[in-house]
Structure formats: structure tokens, C-alpha cells
T-cell receptor
Framework: NAGVTQTPKFQVLKTGQSMTLQCAQDMNHEYMSWYRQDPGMGLRLIHYSVGAGITDQGEVPNGYNVSRSTTEDFPLRLLSAAPSQTSVYFC???????????????FGSGTRLTVV | AQKVTQAQTEISVVEKEDVTLDCVYETRDTTYYLFWYKQPPSGELVFLIRRNSFDEQNEISGRYSWNFQKSTSSFNFTITASQVVDSAVYFCALSENNNAGKSTFGDGTTLTVKP
């Protein structure tokens, strides 16, 4: 049981390049989300999905696209990388909240992205 | 809009001291969930606890305890007899209603436990 798998772990991009951060989960979670973490700040939500075929914007969606064609996969695309997108990116997944269960997000190990 | 405030940016204690991490939240929803996550120096994010808005019972798990008070919109986290391994960044988070994909995080509190 792998949990949430993110690839790559590290990436350096040149300004203007595009790339896709991969995220896959094997827990059959309905919800999947992408966050970015900048130094001294909490996690900020980029995009999220409540199920296959359904996505929505979070707090900082500009410059990023997502799609959710399957329950398992939720890739994050950087359209034209900018230095302001230098950050650590976390993918997370969760079940639908249940009043009787104590669980939260399961996070991937993160992708450290540098845009030069 | 929802908001989570962790006013303590950094806390430093000596091993075996008790320490409380504060979390204050804002939300217009009557149904919401509060969370604490731990991020050790290795960088991964680990889920610790979740509380529902309609359940104000305090929770204790070993050396960890959580105090949820709706009257003050607070969800504080206490570590009893702290250990060096507790050194980490701790995040409080809030998700409204039934949307588990849309959590708002505080900026985190960096806890350093010195031997």
C-alpha cells in the first residue's frame, strides 16, 4: 500500500518551461488536492478535486492546471514556469469526512521545484 | 472566508517541559473540521488529529492532548513532557462543511525541543 506517490522529488526548470507534477494514490480517496509551501508560510491550496472529472480552484490557482480523469491520478501542470513558482509542492488525498472517523489528509512526500 | 491563525511562530523548550501550541480559527459554517499536522525536519506531513465542530470533547493520545473550545474559536495542542523528537513544525487546519479537499492551513508553529 503505497499511499500518495509524488514524482519527481526534485526539479529545476527554466523560466517559461512547462512541466507536470505527478500524483497518484491507491487508497480510493475521493478528494485530492495540491498545495504549495513557501518558507515561513503554511500550505496554500492550488487546486482540488472532489472526484473523477470534477476539479475546482483553490487560493492560488494562477499558472497551474489540473485534471482528474481517474480516481487515482491528479497531475498538476505548470503552463509557463516563473521564479515565483519556486516552492515545495504537496499532493494530498482524503476520504469524504465522516463524523465518526478520525482521519485527515494523507500527503505525498513533496516535490521541491526551483525555477531559474 | 475561513482563516486559521497560529500566532506563535517559534517556540523553544527544554526536554520534559510541557508546551501548548495555539490555534484560532474563523469560519461562517456551523459544520467544520479542525486538524493538526506535524512536519518534522525530514519534510513529510503527518496527520495527528481531527475534530468535528459538533464535538467539543477534549482528546488525549499519550503525551498529546487537544483542547477544542467553540466559544473562543480555538483548538489548542498540548505536548506533555516534551521530547527532542517532538521538534517539528506543527500546522493547524480547517475545512468547512463536507469539503475534505479544501483545507485552510495556519502558517505553522516551529517547535524546538532542546535536550
Amino acid at each position: 500500500n503505497a499511499g500518495v506517490t509524488q514524482t519527481p522529488k526534485f526539479q529545476v526548470l527554466k523560466t517559461g518551461q512547462s512541466m507536470t507534477l505527478q500524483c497518484a494514490q491507491d487508497m480510493n480517496h475521493e478528494y485530492m488536492s495540491w498545495y504549495r509551501q513557501d518558507p515561513g508560510m503554511g500550505l496554500r491550496l492550488i487546486h482540488y478535486s472532489v472526484g473523477a472529472g470534477i476539479t475546482d480552484q483553490g487560493e492560488v490557482p494562477n499558472g497551474y492546471n489540473v485534471s482528474r480523469s481517474t480516481t487515482e491520478d491528479f497531475p498538476l501542470r505548470l503552463l509557463s514556469a516563473a521564479p515565483s513558482q519556486t516552492s515545495v509542492y504537496f499532493c494530498a488525498s482524503s476520504f469524504t469526512p465522516s463524523p465518526v472517523a478520525n482521519y485527515g489528509y494523507t500527503f505525498g512526500s513533496g516535490t521541491r521545484l526551483t525555477v531559474v | 472566508a475561513q482563516k486559521v491563525t497560529q500566532a506563535q511562530t517559534e517556540i523553544s523548550v527544554v526536554e520534559k517541559e510541557d508546551v501548548t501550541l495555539d490555534c484560532v480559527y474563523e469560519t461562517r459554517d456551523t459544520t467544520y473540521y479542525l486538524f493538526w499536522y506535524k512536519q518534522p525536519p525530514s519534510g513529510e506531513l503527518v496527520f495527528l488529529i481531527r475534530r468535528n465542530s459538533f464535538d467539543e470533547q477534549n482528546e488525549i493520545s499519550g503525551r498529546y492532548s487537544w483542547n477544542f473550545q467553540k466559544s473562543t474559536s480555538s483548538f489548542n495542542f498540548t505536548i506533555t513532557a516534551s521530547q527532542v523528537v517532538d521538534s517539528a513544525v506543527y500546522f493547524c487546519a480547517l475545512s468547512e462543511n463536507n469539503n475534505a479537499g479544501k483545507s485552510t492551513f495556519g502558517d505553522g508553529t516551529t517547535l524546538t525541543v532542546k535536550p
